[in-house]
């Protein structure tokens, strides 16, 4: 079986896709920030004949994340998929170690430059890789500001910078897609539901009575792992690339996420944000 790696397995969906993947003989790669959360999810996850391994990441650091990059390059493991899911939905407006507004960072440019460190190794898969990026229907909305993206020159609203950063990762998906045409990798983005995660009550707020909300709108986290990992290494007699996923159906983006001069633009300011 080959490896998947996976960002923000450490809890939520990601740690459900991990748990599904594994059970299903997957190797597993966490790529995780806190090492202890990781050791954590590491050890939940059904072992194979070949162990699962943690790389402790910091996708709010370029450089964490090119070393993290840099290690599974070393170790060359076949790849079945790459799932960018980890995503951070701070109270108030906070910056990355590289100067980035933090959502942006950690939801899209640590994944954009994660994705494009690995695609050489990616590429070598015999079978189909997927790059199964996460995104929410809350990306539907106004189109990319590329004016200020990173909120310098106007009030911060979080819900905002969290619509713009889910809509940077379709925009990044379907460039990706267009781009790797034709050869072993397919790339694939997806709505995965409503589900009860820290990142519904951060969204919610993070206060009093946030958990007993969310729970009443969301669905327990456990239920959004096997859609992910469904799409990562499954479905494998069909061509996903470029597809957009609402949960289990094939569905499609904002038209602000279909305009493929935002695609190429984004790209090209992502490529210079990460000095790539």
Same mark, same amino acid.
């Not at 490896?3 to 995780?32: D, F, Q, S, W, Y």
């Not at 159906?249 to 305009?259: G, K, N, Q, V």
């Given at each position: ?8 397995? =450490? ?9 599904? /993947? ?5 190797? /597993?790669? &966490? ?10 999810? &590491?050890? %939940? +996850? ?12 910091? #996708? ?12 599974? =390059?070393? #170790? ?22 590289? !100067?980035?507004?933090?959502? &942006?960072? /950690? ?28 995104? *929410? ?12 993206? =990173? ?13 713009? *950063?889910?809509? @940077?990762?379709?925009?990044?998906? +379907?460039? +990706? ?21 820290? #990142?519904? %009550? ?20 456990? %239920?959004? !792992?096997? /859609? ?17 996923? =609402? ?18 633009? +984004?790209? @090209? ?6 000095? &790539?």
């Amino acid at each position: 079986m080959n490896t998947v790696i996976i960002t923000g397995g =450490n809890r939520g969906i990601g740690l459900g896709a991990a748990r599904h /993947v594994a059970e299903a003989g997957h190797p /597993v790669i &966490l790529l995780c920030r806190d090492r202890g959360r990781g050791e954590e999810a &590491l050890a %939940r +996850l059904a072992q194979p004949a070949a162990p699962h391994s943690l790389i402790v990441a910091d #996708l709010a650091s370029l450089a964490s994340v090119r070393e993290a990059a840099a290690r599974i =390059n070393e #170790l060359e493991p076949p790849i079945a998929a790459l799932i960018n899911n980890a995503a951070v939905l701070p109270g108030k407006r906070a910056v990355s170690r590289d !100067g980035f507004e933090l959502q &942006l960072a /950690v939801t899209h440019l640590g994944h954009f430059l994660l994705t494009n460190l690995l695609l050489p190794l990616l590429s070598r898969s015999p079978r189909p890789c997927r790059v199964v990026t996460v995104s *929410s229907a809350a990306h539907a909305g106004p189109a990319f500001d590329f004016g200020d993206p =990173n909120w310098e020159r106007r009030a911060y609203r979080r819900a905002r910078a969290y619509q713009q *950063s889910k809509l @940077a990762n379709v925009l990044f998906s +379907l460039e +990706l897609a267009r781009r790797v045409a034709r050869t072993s990798v397919e790339a694939v983005v997806l709505h995965p539901g409503v589900y009860d995660t820290g #990142l519904l %009550r951060d969204y919610m707020g993070g206060g009093p009575g946030s958990g007993t909300l969310a729970r009443v709108m969301g669905r327990g986290a456990d %239920r959004g !792992g096997p /859609v992910l990992a469904e799409l990562a290494v499954g479905r494998r007699d069909e061509d996903l690339n470029g597809a957009y996923f =609402n949960k289990t159906s094939r569905s499609s983006p904002s038209s602000a996420a279909r305009d493929p001069h935002a695609q190429s633009r +984004l790209w @090209a300011w992502s490529s210079e944000a990460v000095a &790539l």
